[in-house]
């Protein structure tokens, strides 16, 4: 009974494990052929030599000085910074997303046979994935939350946001993870408004989706 216990424990694991991958196989995040040599994951993460440890990163970053970022008077000099920090987690975005660093520029290519489903250039310039290195016209990121919300009565408290962010989730979608970055919790980066594993049903990695506008309201209270 007990031999039989482990087995349908170990198949639950295994299903399990295949229905996470599901998420993102096949998506925009998917560099592979589809070839059943390729590998998923080694386009941004290797379980050895990495470039950066956490998260076992396989790319190398941008430098955080080659951004232009959003400016506004409703932000201040506090809350935004003149660059992003060196350690943002936006610049593992922008690994990719600065058009100008290959897809398949990765630190450690673990097997020959793995190839791009597209180009191995940079994004091409006319996707709308390309985001620059001139984030002006973008949503802010590289800023201190906390300190913006002091400065502006207009956006909703860290948890009020999370109580958004749970409610317009996916019935099948994992818990809300924190959704502010760095060293103290407190930065508003790509990933407070993306989830890079998870697609979602309208392809664009949103934390929940923006039907009526419901990702801009979790944190616009408007």
Same mark, same amino acid.
């Given at each position: 009974?007990?031999?039989?216990?482990?087995?349908?424990?170990?198949?639950?694991?295994?299903?399990?494990?295949?229905?996470?991958?599901?998420?993102?196989?096949?998506?925009?995040?998917?560099?592979?052929?589809?070839?059943?040599?390729?590998?998923?994951?080694?386009?941004?993460?290797?379980?050895?030599?990495?470039?950066?440890?956490?998260?076992?990163?396989?790319?190398?970053?941008?430098?955080? +000085?080659?951004?232009?970022?959003?400016?506004?008077?409703?932000?201040?000099?506090?809350?935004?910074?003149?660059?992003?920090?060196?350690?943002?987690?936006?610049? %593992?975005?922008?690994?990719?997303?600065?058009?100008?660093?290959?897809?398949?520029?990765?630190?450690?290519?673990?097997?020959?046979?793995?190839?791009?489903?597209?180009?191995?250039?940079?994004?091409?310039?006319?996707?709308? +994935?390309?985001?620059?290195?001139?984030?002006?016209?973008?949503?802010?990121?590289?800023?201190?939350? %906390?300190?913006?919300?002091?400065?502006?009565?207009?956006?909703?408290?860290?948890?009020?946001?999370?109580?958004?962010?749970?409610?317009?989730?996916?019935?099948?979608?994992?818990?809300?993870?924190?959704?502010?970055?760095? /060293?103290?919790?407190?930065?508003?980066?790509?990933? /407070?408004?993306?989830?890079?594993?998870?697609?979602? +049903?309208?392809?664009?990695?949103?934390?929940?989706?923006? +039907?009526? /506008?419901?990702?801009?309201?979790?944190?616009?209270?408007?």
């Amino acid at each position: 009974m007990k031999k039989i216990v482990l087995i349908a424990a170990a198949g639950l694991l295994v299903t399990a494990n295949a229905a996470m991958a599901k998420s993102i196989v096949g998506s925009d995040h998917d560099l592979t052929t589809g070839d059943a040599k390729s590998e998923l994951c080694v386009y941004c993460h290797t379980p050895h030599n990495a470039a950066i440890a956490v998260p076992l990163w396989n790319r190398n970053n941008p430098s955080a +000085t080659n951004f232009k970022l959003y400016n506004s008077s409703t932000l201040s000099s506090s809350a935004k910074k003149s660059a992003l920090d060196a350690n943002s987690i936006s610049l %593992f975005c922008m690994s990719c997303h600065d058009g100008q660093t290959g897809l398949g520029n990765v630190v450690v290519n673990r097997a020959a046979s793995n190839t791009l489903r597209g180009p191995i250039e940079a994004i091409d310039p006319l996707q709308n +994935t390309n985001l620059g290195t001139d984030l002006r016209n973008t949503h802010p990121i590289g800023f201190n939350f %906390f300190e913006a919300q002091s400065e502006d009565n207009g956006l909703r408290t860290d948890a009020q946001i999370k109580a958004r962010f749970e409610s317009g989730k996916a019935p099948d979608a994992t818990a809300v993870q924190e959704f502010l970055y760095g /060293s103290n919790n407190s930065m508003f980066e790509c990933a /407070s408004c993306h989830r890079v594993h998870d697609p979602g +049903t309208s392809g664009n990695f949103l934390r929940i989706e923006n +039907t009526k /506008s419901a990702l801009c309201l979790a944190c616009h209270n408007k």
